[in-house]
Every structure is written in C-alpha cells, then in structure tokens.
C-alpha cells in the first residue's frame, strides 16, 4: 500500500511539472508576442491538407455586390505614411486580404498570399491589397518586413466600406475590373494553387 501511495505522489508530481512547464512556455509566448505566430504555423499544417484550398466555385459572378463611387473613395495609408485611395485600383482585378499581425489563421495563410503575388503579380491589372487591421501599426510593419514579404500592405484611412466589412479576419475579396466583388472567404484558406493563379489570370485578361 506503501508504494502505491509512493507512486501516485509519484505521479501526481510529475504531471504538475509537466503542466507546470507548459504553463511556463505559454506564459513566455504570450509575454513575447510569439504565441500568434505559434498557433499560425500550426494552423499552417492544416492548409497542408487541402481542405482549405480557396474555391472558386464559391465565386458570385452575378450575385457579387457592385462598388459604389462612394467606395471607391475609401482612403488608405502606407507604411510610410504616402495616402492612396481604392480609385487607385479602379480598372485592375484586385486582391484584398484584411488581416493582422495578431491573428493566427491570417499568419498562416499569408504564405499562400505571397505565392500567388508571386505567381500573378507580374501580369496586367492584377493588383493586390493587404488591409491591416493592427491598431499598433509598428506590428504590423514589424512583421511584414520579418518575414520578408513583398506585398503591398496598407492600413485603413477612412471608414471601411461597407462591401469590404466581415465579423472576421481573415477576410478576403476579389473585386472584379469593373468593380464587382465575385469572391469573398471568411476565415483561413490556401490561395496558393495553380488553378486559383490561372482563375485570377483569365478574370484581368476579360
């Protein structure tokens, strides 16, 4: 009975040692800002499996909502400062991801972002924004220019339109060369496949 009573104190101490260095790793995450890019390489592996591919067969060609004048004047800032608006865009097939530093499923699908910008950024009328939504916009910079990833980012000057609003982030839309929304995906998704590229290719060629 003796040694049974040893082995469950036994026991009892190495799992509050266990949970207690767990505890600690979280807490150092958390303290660091590294937990959000933690849980984005994590979410990562799921885009690995191809449940999250982004589908174009959600795509509303004629049900998408048209943007209006008043949208197209919704102002953004970059990094350093320079003001540009949505008209500036007027005409291209645009790309719009609004996510955060601080959001994990929006780390993990920006790899994706940057294959496809690298896959599509070349061609005509393919233009792309990342909208942020830090409120410390340093973060958001910080970020981008650690991982190194060449796509255009900005962050809201004015009101956001309301087309381009979503209770979630990510969020992201294609906005068509005549304005027109035809894509929008709530949450997480994989935009880095070739059938996705070659969509996007054939809507800047119409």
């Known amino acids: 009975m003796a040694e049974n009573k040893n082995d469950k104190q036994s ?30 390489t994590l979410q ?26 008043s ?3 919704f102002a953004m800032e970059t990094a350093d400062g320079k003001t540009i608006s949505l008209s500036d865009f007027r005409g291209d097939v645009v790309f ?56 255009p980012y900005y962050f809201p000057a004015s009101g956001l339109p309301a087309e381009l609003r979503s209770q979630y982030l990510p969020t992201t839309y294609i906005i068509s060369k005549k304005g027109q929304i035809i894509y929008k995906k709530e949450g997480i998704a994989d935009y880095s496949s070739p059938n996705f590229a070659q969509w996007i290719r054939e809507l800047a060629q119409e």
């Open 96 to 151: 719009v991801n609004v996510w955060a530093s601080w959001c994990p499923p929006c780390v993990a699908e920006m790899p994706t972002i940057e294959t496809l910008y690298d896959n599509v950024s070349v061609e005509e009328n393919i233009r792309f924004i990342l909208l942020s939504m830090d409120q410390e916009r340093q973060k958001a910079t910080d970020f981008m220019e650690r991982k190194e990833f060449p796509m």
């Open 11 to 40: 026991g009892w101490k190495r799992s509050l040692i266990e949970w207690g260095v767990i505890f600690a790793i979280g807490a150092i995450l958390y303290m660091t800002g590294l937990h959000t890019e933690v849980l984005g």
């Open 71 to 73: 949208d197209y004047r």
């Open 44 to 69: 990562r592996g799921m885009l690995w499996t191809g449940f999250f591919d982004a589908d174009t067969s959600e795509i509303a060609t004629t049900d998408g909502p048209m943007l209006s004048d």
